[in-house]
């Protein structure tokens, strides 16, 4: 069978940005963009690893993502929602046997253009190098899944520059249509220099990015001696140059990965559409080295501390960052001030557990800043909930004179350990579910309305509540709420902080009220660790 390639040769490889199908939907007009690629599916539903899950090497990047994925039966539950596409979609999937290759295939077969088999992940033991440098196996997967469907079906390869040709020929003998190359090279351990320590949870991982390339051209150069089939070549390309280099070693369509880190959606869009027209563009610049800093002062309750470092960093209200305990995990936060920094913590699970035991003259390792930010075009309305409180205490110190009113709510007094603070500020009105602090009730109750600006941070309940009020006022693109989606990488490759297609960590976390209320998900459905859409109760 040839299989027909599109004109627009660029892809979005597996795993990279379009990793559920509200991201998919909002790519599919991406011009010069010819194939999306789903992440890597499997029968079964995976969390994946405990972030951190992505450490920065360079400009290149180390990730153990560890197949997180919905699972088969939850994916295309989803994918039909939206398929067929604008683009060819090509499904990712993996699996520990031939037997689950095809059961996934089966399943799978009306919901797809294309099918990679994925026979090359470095970070989960036995789905990687040990399928992929395994002519049995190669040969059983691929001839099983070939029986299966007739649908085009690439092998995506593990770097192996010597032999990889050789796999290859394998592939397409047991019946692939052609060959994706490279994944990511690994498993490696890459050490913080900082803390002498693995950064990863998982501690192994595989590099992507410029670091491989070199090693991507060979593996294609090589593959394209041995067969005569469309390669799809991916590894460090970011320029019209890289794309030319991976076109004379071989590869006929080109995957684009690493080189979108931090860009948000709008940005990817003409980063690609300019790429394709051989163009080159600006990459956002990524900050993901960890930067130690001392705690100089910490106060608050048993549950909710604030943190005020040793040292500042450059950023706006509502942007975030990242903080990282060697052997413990780690976990994002809004910034509730950058100069010092400013930290708002409530004790939630293991991360921030460890965080409010700290003390004045711990350490503390921090990378950001991330997202986007908000500044006040007009007098501004500020209303938080519990740690929602300290985006909006950034606001109050950054933009004083734009402050029309600071509203704050919380369970109880103990969540509000930012209070006085405000209070320097300005005029803080306070409402508590148990009237330890202001009056009884939640801070819903007490919204004045007023002209000018909102801005809403906190659970996703009052937020809705909250900017419907609001809408009273003003209209709802004059209503900012930043929101919260469960985060690994921090800067959009990822996926996991997905909400109706955007990314919340590199198209928000503030976004208007405007957008969040044509979509479906605000206020309804958030996502698991896995990428599984769940009710929000
Ligand atoms: C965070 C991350 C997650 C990835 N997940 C997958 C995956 O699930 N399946 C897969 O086949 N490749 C996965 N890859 C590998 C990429 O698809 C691609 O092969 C590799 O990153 C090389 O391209 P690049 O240098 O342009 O990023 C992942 C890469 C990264 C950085």
Known sequence: MKIELPNEKLVIPSGIVSTTSDIIKVLEDTEGLGVITTKSIGLFEREGYKEPVIAGVGGSLVNAIGLANPGIDEHIKEIKEIYPIKKILMTSIFGSSAEEFVEITMKLEKYTDWIELNLS?????????????????????????????????????????GYIGHIAKIAIKAGANGITAINTIGPLIFLNPLVDKPILSNIYGGLSGIAIKEIALMCIREIREKVDVPIIGMGGISTPKDIEDFKRAGANLFGIGTALMGMSTDKLKSFIKELSLGRISDRPKVPLEYKEFEIKEVWGSDTTKVLILNGSIEALPGQFVFVWIPNIGEKPFSLAYNNPITLLVKKVGPVTSHITSLREGDKILIRGPYGNFYIPNSNVNLVAGGTGVAPIHFIAKAFKDKVSSILIGGKNISELPLYDSLREITDVKVATEDGSLGIRGLVTDIIELNNGEYFNCGPEKMLIKASEIESKAVSPCKIFCSVERYMKCGIGICGSCALDGLRTCVDGPVIPYSILKIGKDFGNYKRSPSGRRIKIE
């Open 121 to 161: 992940c470095p970070n989960v033991e036995g789905y990687g190098i040990a399928i992929g440098s395994s002519p049995k196996l190669v040969k059983e997967i691929v001839s099983s899944v070939r029986d299966t469907t007739d649908l085009p079906i690439f092998v995506k390869l593990p770097p192996m520059p």
